[in-house]
């Protein structure tokens, strides 16, 4: 798989080693900022399954966490902190009732994915992304990336279950 | 990846080759009956996402649809009828919330996978399992597969959905 890229703001070249940052877009106030993943991971949707979840209320979203290699396995084996490498995929597509399903089942039980609303990923590199407790968080809708101000609500929230090196999901066996 | 195996409850040679036939247990009123599979597919834990599913009501269930890489190539090009070796699990747990999450997002919105509930299959083989529309179907439940009873159900319910091979579960994008 070709390794996703970021989009180059800054190149530091030290001893020899390139490091590519990602930094939010309009960010112009000289402060070092933390940095997030503004690409799509490549090849995300053939990444082995997590867990599903659903949000009720305005979210009102039903989707499934997906992980690469090196994050399933770390999910699997109950391994923490995740390695670097791993890379978590939250797929998020509107909660919507399948009158396809209900029509067979004679009743209104049956949910399903409708129009997808937006993917966010957490890449994990403990160098790169140790301001934000080693990850680089990305949302993305239609394609396009969240700006900096949305952005900065990922790792306060995800600050909170630092037992769980800042995952919520867990997996499903 | 070994091919999983059935129970052997029947063996016919003709020219050669050597069918394996499930038959429900219980059977005896000398009917050929419908085969269905007795044995849980192996490595189906590692199988791509489909989609995810919520069902409301009774059964309360949240879970994914995972296919093995015929069935998920199929799923994802739109390719029907599904071609012989496709496999399609569900795999289905309680609709539980989420404290943690709930906690964290301060109200309750979150649900996720609770304790895992039964497993289903359905295994494309157009010859074996012709008399239920080329699919044999599976229901595990502790990992003790459905009786004969249960797995009658399967067939005329799948039935309806006849447009898309018998398959409910749309690919999610």
Chains 1, 2 share one sequence.
Not at 20 to 41: F, K, N, Q, S
Not at 102 to 108: D, I, S, Y
Not at 118 to 144: C, E, L, P, R
């Amino acid at each position: 798989m070709k390794p996703f890229t970021f989009f180059l703001v800054g190149v530091a070249t030290m001893a020899g080693l390139v490091t590519l940052v990602a930094a939010p877009r309009g960010h112009a106030d000289g402060e070092p900022a933390a940095p997030y993943v503004t690409e799509i991971p490549q090849g995300y949707r053939d990444w082995r399954w997590i867990s599903s979840a659903h949000e009720a209320g305005n979210l009102n979203s039903l989707g499934a966490v997906l992980g690469n290699d090196v994050a399933f396995k770390a999910f699997r084996d109950g391994k923490l902190p995740y390695p670097d490498g791993s890379i978590i995929a939250a797929l998020h597509y509107r909660n919507v009732p399948s009158d396809e399903n209900n029509m067979v089942f004679g009743q209104a039980q049956s949910f399903v994915p409708g129009a997808p609303t937006n993917i966010q990923f957490m890449v994990k590199d403990s160098k790169k992304y140790a301001a934000t407790g080693g990850w680089g968080f990305a949302h993305f809708a239609d394609g396009k990336p969240g700006d900096a101000t949305f952005m900065k609500s990922c790792f306060p929230c995800h600050e909170k279950t630092k037992a769980t090196d800042l995952v919520f999901t867990h997996y499903a066996p």
